[in-house]
């Protein structure tokens, strides 16, 4: 099992960025992909951006393509999502989740807690 534990949630003024953080603890050495998904009330999750286990592959949603970017250290565990030009329409939970990577947009196996990020207006 992974533990999964965010960081780097906040309040950010419309326009500006985050960067969220995701650290990786437990059994690590499988070769997971990484990534975050994000829910508001009453909504689904909905998956934001992965990246295999090598780092070579990345996928967006076509919601945040071009404003946000993920990135992973594996020598720290740690996954990144850099949140750019961010819009009061990303205000939500987020999560990072761990899995394998052909289901990670919809069903990854090991979820953190989720961040709260709330962009004002």
Same mark, same amino acid.
């Given at each position: ?10 309040? &950010? ?9 995701? +650290?990786a603890?437990?059994?690590t050495?499988?070769?997971? +992909? ?9 909504k ?8 295999t286990w090598?780092?070579n592959?990345?996928?967006?949603? *076509?919601?945040v393509?071009?404003?946000? +970017?993920?990135?992973? *250290? ?15 329409? *990303?205000?939500?939970?987020?999560y990072?989740?761990?899995? &394998?990577? &052909?289901h990670?947009?919809?069903s ?8 709260? &990020?709330?962009v004002?207006?």
């Amino acid at each position: 099992q992974v533990q999964l534990v965010e960081s780097g949630g906040g309040l &950010v003024q419309a326009g500006g960025s985050l960067r969220l953080s995701c +650290a990786a603890s437990g059994r690590t050495s499988v070769n997971f +992909a990484m990534g975050w998904f994000r829910q508001t009330p009453g909504k689904e999750r909905e998956f934001l951006a992965a990246v295999t286990w090598s780092g070579n592959t990345k996928r967006y949603a *076509d919601s945040v393509k071009g404003r946000f +970017a993920i990135s992973r *250290d594996n020598a720290e565990n740690t996954v990144f999502l850099q949140m750019n030009s961010l819009k009061p329409e *990303d205000t939500a939970v987020y999560y990072c989740a761990a899995g &394998v990577w &052909v289901h990670f947009a919809t069903s990854p196996t090991e979820w953190g807690q989720g961040t709260q &990020v709330t962009v004002s207006s």
